[in-house]
């Protein structure tokens, strides 16, 4: 139940009050000290020494944490169980892509200084009118969240508007994906086809191959990361959030009172889609590649079991489940790489059957059990 002194406190704000907030922060900035500090301070060749790779690797999986925070936000909090999320973070990514293409200029293969390689290796002459603009940092800084809110309101205010609900919500935002992975695929698209985009180089004059260029790129992930799950917070506490919780729960009672439900639905999914995009843009300049498996409905599926297997509707749990799930990948695409998929089927089952709330309904769990089992000594005494 809210206080009186945290209703008034600003809804940005409020969730700076929660001990759940303060927790993930503390271990996310503790996190990111650590990491820091091993990489720089430990000598190479020590054994805690955390080299550039590692330090890649885990910038990559607090980009999946923050997408899956913004799956989780409108999964868990509003109801709608998005699988074409991949498509939002895939265009935030083909957005810094296309900078960081720009940023190439005439060091390409061909010298060419305006377009990319492979325009001049498929005999394009200009440049298409949407790649312009993409030269000026700020202007794809925006696009980085512009286009996937844009494709978000578009989306949303037809499908809500027709108060398409469901699984008929859930197959539609795959078919939206699915259709733009097959679009992105062709080279007329002018987005480098089956390739992608690769071959980065600078980001803000910074060299993508430095280690200091690695850090800071992890560094200001979980930067984002931690602004994101603020953000989201701050909606899920406020009065938006509970009408986005009665809406979860009963939607048409909810609009029986009054509320314009798929006003606030557009809303949530825009904030949603736009921070999908900016986990897709971090993503990026890290992995130094993005094409059109991203778009891949598969990919959006993995999304939805990484919130699923953390604990839906925490927020923390998405980035609980993110970084499990992606470590766990990791290790066994490395190990048994035709075994992973089969892996990831099972662990799907496991968490439905035994662990429906997730690892963060179970961590709640095991906290209530302790609490509850030092209450009758403290009686006692």
Known sequence: MMTQSSSSQFWLTRPFSERATQIFLGVLFAALLIVTVLHLAVPQGHSLHVNAYTVNLFGKYLSYALLAVAVDLVWGYLGILSLGHGAFFAIGGYAMGMYLMRQIGDRGTYGDPVLPDFMVFLSWESLPWYWLGFDMAWFAFAMVLLAPGLLALVFGFLAFRSRVTGVYLSIITQALTFALMLAFFRNEMGFG????????RELLGFNLRSNDTRLGLFIATGVALALGYILCRAIVTSKLGRVCVATRDAEARTRFIGYRVE????????????????????????????????????FSIEIVLWVALGGRATLYGAVI????????????????????????????VLVTVFLPKGVAGLLLHLKRRKKSETLPKEATA
């Open 193 to 200: 086809g089956n390739n992608g985009l690769t071959d980065f």
């Open 263 to 298: 006003r606030f639905q557009l809303f949530v999914f825009v904030v949603s889609a736009m921070l999908a995009g900016l986990a897709g843009a971090l993503y990026v300049p890290q992995v130094g590649i993005i094409n059109p498996s991203e778009f891949s409905p598969i």
């Open 321 to 348: 489940g993110a970084i499990l799930v992606n470590y766990a990948k990791t290790i066994f695409t490395g190990v048994m790489p035709d075994a992973w998929l089969f892996a990831l089927g099972a662990l799907f």
